[in-house]
């Protein structure tokens, strides 16, 4: 498996117990997570990865009423 993980989110507590739990998966440090679904991008294998981001805005939006 590969874990890619932006950088922003390194530190987290949550990041760090991922990699505990899985310690042989390769980990490639990423600026942003967006760029792994961009065409250009082929070190994907989007059926063995987990991608560990940052949430920068907020998780939920208002509706209009």
Request: proline share 2%; aromatic share 10%.
């Amino acid at each position: 498996m590969i874990i890619y993980i932006e950088k922003q989110a390194k530190d987290y507590k949550q990041t760090k117990n991922i990699l505990e739990k899985f310690k042989s998966s390769q980990v490639i440090y990423i600026d942003n997570y967006k760029n792994i679904f961009d065409k250009s991008y082929k070190n994907i294998d989007s059926k063995k990865s987990l991608i560990v981001a940052k949430l920068n805005s907020s998780a939920i939006t208002e509706a209009p009423v």
